[in-house]
């Protein structure tokens, strides 16, 4: 089984900044897509933004300038980091990775922390 465990959220001022990241543990051979989607009260999750193992990046487009996704491959972790925060970018932010492992294919969800923005 591969577990995703997520830190950095917390609660920020409109125009701070704020580091997410999340490391996957587990026997992994590999880790193809990692991404951060994101879940407002009362909205669907959305797809905040994706990067795949060599490194190409999709980003939504209301956080498109503002946020940068990145990755250490050798830690298997993942970072989100987010600047120019806005009030609509609280949300509880979800981290997801997709691989292989000697178990086979495996596409796993972190238990998702908290992001508030302030007005």
């Known amino acids: 089984q591969v577990q995703l465990v997520e830190s950095g959220g917390g609660l920020v001022q409109t125009g701070g900044s704020l580091r997410l990241s999340c490391a996957a543990s587990?026997?992994?051979?590999?880790?193809?897509?990692m991404g951060w989607y994101r879940q407002a009260p009362g909205k669907q999750r959305e797809l905040v933004a994706l990067?795949?193992?060599?490194?190409?990046?999709n980003y939504t487009d209301s956080v498109k300038g503002r946020f940068t996704i990145s990755r250490d491959n050798a830690k298997n972790t993942v970072y989100l980091q987010m600047n120019s925060l806005k009030p609509e970018d609280t949300a509880v932010y979800y981290c997801?990775?997709?691989?292989?492992?000697?178990?086979?294919?495996?596409?796993?969800w972190g238990s998702g922390t908290q992001v508030t923005v302030s007005s």
């Open positions: 990067i795949a193992n060599g490194g190409i990046t």
């Open positions: 587990g026997i992994i051979f590999r880790t193809n897509a």
């Open positions: 997801n990775a997709q691989g292989l492992t000697r178990s086979g294919f495996f596409n796993s």
